[in-house]
C-alpha cells in the first residue's frame, strides 16, 4: 500500500490509518492525525479492508497544487545558497557589467544604487529559488 503523506493541515507526521466495519461485509477507511486530531474518511464503503485502504490514502495523499496569487512567488523561508550566491552577484560591477549598465549606475546618487541593487538582488533570488519545476 502507498506510504501517507504529512498531514494537509499541519504537517504532522504522526498518522494512523485504520479500517472500519460499516457494516458485516463492507468496510471505511479512515486516517488520523494525532498531531492536529484531523480525521479523513473514504467516502464510500468497500467490500474489504483492502480496498478501504487504497481508497482513503489515495484521498489523504492527492493534493491540490500549490500555486502563489498573481504577482507574488512561494520561495523557502530562508535563502538557499544558490539564492545567496546569485544575489550577490547580480550587483553591477565595473569590470564584469555591461559599460552602459555601468555608467548608468556610476551616474545614480548613493540611495539609488543602494535601491538599484536591492532589485537586481531581489529578482536574481527569485530565479535562483527552488520550484517543482526545476
Known amino acids: 500500500m502507498s506510504e501517507l503523506l504529512p498531514c494537509p493541515f499541519c504537517g504532522g507526521t504522526d498518522l494512523d490509518w485504520t479500517a472500519e466495519a460499516a457494516d458485516a461485509v463492507t468496510f471505511y477507511g479512515q486516517i488520523e492525525c494525532h498531531t492536529c486530531e484531523a480525521i479523513m474518511h473514504s467516502e464510500e464503503c468497500w467490500g474489504s479492508e483492502e480496498d478501504a485502504e487504497i481508497d482513503v490514502k489515495d484521498k489523504w495523499n ?25 544575489g550577490f552577484e547580480s550587483w553591477p560591477d565595473e569590470y564584469f557589467s555591461k559599460p552602459e549598465d555601468w555608467l548608468a549606475f556610476e551616474a545614480m546618487s548613493g540611495c539609488q544604487q543602494a535601491a538599484h541593487k536591492a532589485r537586481l538582488c531581489w529578482a536574481a533570488m527569485l530565479e535562483a529559488a527552488p520550484t517543482e519545476s526545476k
Do not use: C, H, K, Y
Request: hydrophobic share 45%.
Open 62 to 86: 492527492r493534493r491540490a497544487p500549490v500555486s502563489a496569487p498573481d504577482g507574488l512567488a512561494l520561495v523557502p523561508i530562508e535563502p538557499t545558497e544558490d539564492m545567496v550566491v546569485n
